[in-house]
């Protein structure tokens, strides 16, 4: 532990308000360890805050692990940044987000679409939650009514045509969601945007 001294005394103050305001920026910087639960975390840890005199800092976790400090399961600062489970969510979040604008839900259930990415159900909604605050039954439905106001834009194709191609079960569940979207049938609708 002695060699990671100076930097202890060197970035005291900065580190400690780095650790205190979850500072992103000092995120593989260094790493902070517990004295009090024997635990290291990285700067942005979401977890309780341990107080100054309990932390020990180092600039690798390597050297916490060495001198007998344990990663933190939630922060996971041994595990290289971009795989931690908090950039984890944002990324699950997103890929569900692309798939179902994609019109995964469709072709699929949300445990099937979870199931697929190698995840769970529960942990699909929670990530959309969280950085979308939606639910994969909002994002299905807002990509089937863009999908349908832009195929009820071809004269050609009749309303139920457009039902099941746009993603919808059924020509009576179109019709609700529709009118709840837009206050108006697909027909009145395709009647104002036709000239
Ligand atoms: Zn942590």
Redesign the pocket.
């Known amino acids: 532990m002695s060699d990671e001294k100076p930097h202890v005394d060197l970035h005291h103050t900065e580190w400690h308000h780095a650790v205190n305001t979850r500072d992103v920026a000092y995120d593989g910087v260094f790493v902070v360890a517990l004295t009090s639960t024997l635990v290291y975390?990285?700067p942005v840890?979401p977890?309780r805050l341990a107080r100054p005199e309990h932390r020990r800092f180092f600039t690798t976790w390597q050297a916490a692990n060495a001198a007998g400090y344990r990663p933190?399961r939630?922060?996971r600062p041994d595990v290289v940044s971009g795989q931690a489970p908090l950039e984890a969510v944002q990324r699950l979040a997103s890929v569900v987000a692309n798939r179902i604008t994609d019109g995964a839900l469709n072709a699929q259930s949300v445990p099937e679409l979870a199931a697929a990415l190698g995840t769970s159900d529960r942990h699909i909604r929670r990530a959309l939650k969280r950085e979308h605050g939606t639910t994969p039954a909002r994002l299905a439905l807002a990509q089937r009514l863009r999908a349908a106001t832009t195929l009820l834009a071809d004269p050609n194709r009749s309303i139920t045509d457009v039902a099941f191609a746009s993603g919808f079960g059924s020509v009576r569940r179109f019709n609700a969601a529709f009118r709840g979207q837009f206050q108006m049938s697909p027909t009145a609708w395709r009647r104002m945007q036709s000239p």
């Open positions: 975390c990285r840890c977890s933190c939630r922060c």
